[in-house]
């Protein structure tokens, strides 16, 4: 586990420096078919797992940060009129 933790890190890593290095169009003007055909072909997956993990992490940070209701509170406490 720790290996593919690390190699999704790299890659992740890897992908950054690459879009910040520069954008799309220049990207598709200047790498090879074999990196263009390659990126096409596996973006698809990549792309709908990663958006899953985004998903699962978002929801979960999400429900710990979601701000309590005024009225939720006082129920607990016992202070709601």
């Known amino acids: 586990m720790k290996e593919l933790e690390d190699k999704l890190n790299e890659a992740v890593a890897n992908l950054e420096v ?3 290095g520069m954008k799309p169009p ?3 003007r200047e790498f090879g078919d ?7 072909q596996s973006w698809p ?3 709908a797992w990663g958006e899953w993990l985004w998903t699962l992490i978002d929801n979960e940070r999400g429900e710990k ?3 309590v209701a005024p009225d939720a509170e006082h129920e607990e406490t016992g202070g709601g009129g």
């Open 34 to 40: 074999l990196t263009l055909e390659g990126f096409w």
């Open 65 to 67: 940060a979601a701000p």
């Open 26 to 28: 220049e990207a598709w």
């Open 45 to 47: 997956g990549v792309r």
């Open 18 to 20: 690459v879009s910040q």
